[in-house]
């Protein structure tokens, strides 16, 4: 997907921390993240804007398998880029600090 243009024209990219979570995943975790990406297409405001150091990343929630997992993005111009993909239980400070 990445570089890819969405039926809605939108340029789509993927981080490697990104794309490297998602290869982990079952077709069937990917197609329901995907409909999720088409969400945030749709409405690229729905996530949560962080502040700070992270001002630049957008977080949307969701559930999957019963558990809540994080889309960390941000959107430019007609441009998505997907930097994060984990869940909740897993954010640790270390964690976080390689996004920055």
């Known amino acids: 997907m ?3 243009l969405s039926e809605a024209g939108i340029e789509v990219y993927e981080s490697p921390v990104f794309k490297k979570a998602l290869d ?3 077709d069937e975790d990917v197609a329901i993240i995907e409909d999720e990406i ?3 297409i ?9 502040r700070g150091d992270l001002s630049y990343l957008r977080v949307h929630k969701f559930s ?4 809540q997992v994080l889309l960390g993005y941000n959107w430019q111009e007609e ?3 997907l930097h994060l993909l984990m869940k909740i239980s897993t954010i640790t400070p270390k964690s976080v600090a390689r996004l920055i």
Request: hydrophobic content about 30%; charged content about 20%; glycine content about 12%.
């Open 42 to 50: 749709a409405n690229p405001e729905i996530g949560q804007q962080k």
């Open 2 to 4: 990445s570089g890819e």
């Open 79 to 81: 441009k998505l880029t």
């Open 24 to 26: 982990m995943l079952c």
């Open 38 to 40: 088409d969400i945030i």
């Open 64 to 67: 999957l398998n019963g558990q």
